[in-house]
């Protein structure tokens, strides 16, 4: 299976947010930056976009920005 290509960038954020996005992850036994990446792919999920493997983003069925 090849490798996932990753594209590093700076996020801030506050302290709050990020000591729980720390909690949720040491309870779910990820590191913070798979933590994040599963909770961006969820909030995308449920705004109806589906993440391709090649990197781009499809627009499902449950798009409502028409």
Sequence with gaps: MPAR??????????????AAVEKLAAAE???VNAQVEVLLREALARRG???????????????DSA
């Design 29 to 31: 036994l990820r590191s």
């Design 5 to 18: 290509s990753r594209k590093p960038f700076l996020m801030r954020a506050s302290s709050g947010v990020m």
């Design 49 to 63: 976009l589906s993440i391709l493997e090649t990197g781009a983003a499809e627009v499902g069925e449950n798009d």
